[in-house]
T-cell receptor, first 115, second 114 residues
Framework: SAVISQKPSRDICQRGTSLTIQCQVD?????MFWYRQQPGQSLTLIAT?????????ESGFVIDKFPISRPNLTFSTLTVSNMSPEDSSIYLC????????????FGPGTRLLVL | AQSVTQLDSQVPVFEEAPVELRCNYS??????LFWYVQYPNQGLQLLLK??????LVKGINGFEAEFNKSQTSFHLRKPSVHISDTAEYFC????????????FGTGTRLQVFP
């Protein structure tokens, strides 16, 4: 399976600031996904990112708050904008590998605490 | 819309005992089913998946799961657990017609005691 890395692994931020999370894959992938896991809860899909097109956001998530870039087939970023304590979560990226489109593999996550 | 129910939020068990973590999904349409494990302070790791074929699937670390279409269930089992199996386990489902939408259950915390 693909090897996925995320930066930063964790961060503590002040409210009102923004943080950009990077997701890097060691092979080309068609789809990249961004999820949020709030404390003690399950994963919720934020958006799906295709290379060369705008991300598709799920209900409850908007581009102004979570802008996403997908400049090539191995890299994506998620920005958490104008943060509040409610944004404290683990943010995970996932990919579905070419030839295994039905299976998603996850990165290690970025643990964000907003004060 | 699909939904996934993991009835047990926590399952305490002694080492070397068998364990079953329950998962039910809502729809009877064709689905793909997955179990992921999340160890403390780590991301999600794929344990096993059911795409088609045999209803009994074997995964890593001695885990297996059985797809039961009539019961819309995909319970995870291990005959003898180890301390290192202590983790959060998530069941997930996607429709075969829309595999991008992976729906997760709320998770089951497996706590293995010595």
């Amino acid at each position: 399976s693909a090897v996925i890395s995320q930066k930063p692994s964790r961060d503590i931020c002040q409210r009102g600031t923004s943080l950009t999370i990077q997701c890097q894959v060691d092979s080309q992938v068609t789809m990249m996904f961004w999820y949020r896991q709030q404390p003690g809860q399950s994963l919720t899909l934020i958006a799906t990112a295709n290379q060369g097109s705008e991300a598709t956001y799920e209900s409850g998530f908007v581009i102004d708050k979570f802008p996403i870039s997908r400049p090539n087939l191995t890299f994506s970023t998620l920005t958490v904008s104008n943060m509040s304590p409610e944004d404290s979560s683990i943010y995970l990226c996932s990919v579905d590998q070419a030839g295994a489109g039905e299976t998603q593999y996850f990165g290690p996550g970025t643990r964000l605490l907003v004060l | 819309a699909q939904s996934v129910t993991q009835l047990d939020s926590q399952v305490p068990v002694f080492e070397e005992a068998p364990v079953e973590l329950r998962c039910n999904y809502s729809s009877s349409v064709s689905v793909y089913l997955f179990w992921y494990v999340q160890y403390p302070n780590q991301g999600l790791q794929l344990l096993l998946k059911y795409l088609s074929g045999s209803t009994l699937v074997k995964g890593i670390n001695g885990f297996e799961a059985e797809f039961n279409k009539s019961q819309t269930s995909f319970h995870l089992r291990k005959p003898s657990v180890h301390i290192s199996d202590t983790a959060e386990y998530f069941c997930a489902v996607s429709d075969k017609e829309d595999t991008d939408k992976l729906i997760f259950g709320t998770g089951t915390r497996l706590q293995v005691f010595p």
